[in-house]
């Protein structure tokens, strides 16, 4: 981390739809000149200036011009600030300019990265560089995948405290949700499928429930692609959208913490959809392709719902931990806006926020949100994202 940094954040990607929420959220949150030091960034300095005065941010928000295509511009932006965060994807496409040169020079990263072969390759490329340099690269900073990944992390913890130690298997499963995924995971997933139609070996990464822990191989994993009916939780369920991405991270999460869960940890995820006949049609429809990302009618990347949907979202996703002898724990994250916007724009800020201020100590490399800051972010995102964790 640059301690010289003329800034603690530089929001890359201020003038998109998520950018401008970010803005939003911290100008409103923290002001300006004030306790976090930020700045607003991309392509063009009118459009940003634009962006700020629609937002309400004071006139004295500064604006940095910065272009994924040109690489003098990245670092000139990286050189600036103790930690880039950026909304600009799908990264496949935006990213890797950008996290080489947080790399190179020792300045944090953070972004909203859900596709898993893109973040193996820049692992390989980046981690060694980042550890010599200190830099943090922190992928994965929203809805994918910090109420999973934490949630995880959170339910161990419990486990710890009521069980004595950690649990081998977890099952994480979605019991309610309202808002859309947004139209940068759209393009992502698109961008996703068209590279592995042209390089093969990009299939057998999105396959491996371990690809982002490169070098290891854990136990064979549920693979969570069709519906089933839960005895313990009386209700069918279906799969989850998202488990693709969300899964992998958590192990990686557990590889960085020293295979603390258990070196032959289970996880897996997917969506409950109520008991009977109801249930299994509602977790059939969804199997067989209902609510998927890949359609032409979602969101374009930079569209989004009004404030309105926003305000109105919502998410709950329960978390069981099952111990060895058939003790349970469960815990619980919920939200309080949609997820692909009003919660994943406060989960970044704030996951930017905690790196740069509190989490001074760890060290550089290429880290999951819940490894590298655990119960600190857990505590910002409960003071000021609208998130909850429970123990049930």
């Known amino acids: 981390m640059n301690p010289a940094a003329e800034f603690d954040i530089i929001v890359y990607g201020a003038s998109g739809f998520t950018g401008r929420l970010v803005a939003e959220y911290l100008a ?24 700020r005065d629609e937002i309400g941010a004071p006139g004295e928000t500064p604006l940095v011009v910065a272009d994924a295509g040109d690489e003098a511009s990245l670092a000139a ?20 300019a950008l996290v080489a040169a947080c790399a190179a020079a020792g300045t944090d990263y953070l972004d909203l990265c859900g596709e898993p072969a893109w973040m193996r390759h820049m692992i390989d490329a980046h981690q060694a560089t980042a550890q010599r340099t200190g830099a943090r690269i922190v992928f994965s900073c929203g809805f994918d995948s910090i109420p999973f990944e934490l949630g995880v992390w959170f339910v161990q913890e419990a486990a710890r405290q009521k069980l004595g130690g950690p649990v081998p298997r977890v099952k994480g499963r979605v019991r309610g949700m309202k808002g859309g995924f947004s139209g940068g995971t759209a393009a ?19 396959k491996n429930p371990f690809s982002l822990v490169p070098g290891f191989e854990g136990p064979e994993q549920p693979s969570g692609a069709k519906p089933l009916f839960e005895e313990d939780l009386g209700s069918w369920s279906a799969p989850f959208v998202m488990a693709a991405i969300n899964t992998r991270n958590v192990h990686r999460s557990n590889a960085l913490l020293g295979q603390s869960y258990a070196a ?10 109520g008991p009977g006949d109801q249930g299994q049609q509602i977790a059939e429809a969804i199997a067989g392709g209902a609510g998927g990302l890949g359609g032409e009618g979602g969101p374009k990347p930079g569209e989004g719902p ?22 349970r724990v469960m815990a619980s994250v919920k939200g309080d806006k949609d997820p692909g916007y009003g919660s994943t724009s406060k ?3 704030e996951s930017a926020i905690c790196l740069v201020t509190e989490a001074g100590e760890v060290p550089g490399g290429i880290w999951t949100p819940g490894a590298a800051m655990q119960g600190k972010l857990v ?12 123990v049930e």
């Open 28 to 51: 409103r949150q923290y002001g300006v000149g004030g306790s976090v030091r930020w700045a607003m960034a991309g392509r063009s300095l009118e459009k940003l200036a634009e962006v």
């Open 264 to 273: 032959d940890f289970v996880y897996d995820e997917m969506m409950l959809t």
């Open 306 to 327: 009004s404030k309105e949907e926003r305000e109105t979202g919502f998410y709950d996703v329960l978390f069981v931990g099952i111990a060895a002898d058939g003790q």
């Open 188 to 206: 992502s997933l698109k961008a996703t499928m068209a590279a592995a139609a042209r390089d093969p070996s990009i299939i057998a990464l999105l």
């Open 347 to 349: 989960m970044i800020a």
């Open 77 to 96: 932006m990286v050189s600036r600030t103790k930690a880039v965060l950026t909304t600009v994807g799908p990264y496949q496409l935006y990213g890797s």
């Open 379 to 390: 505590a910002r995102l409960e003071a000021n994202a609208g998130l909850k964790f429970t």
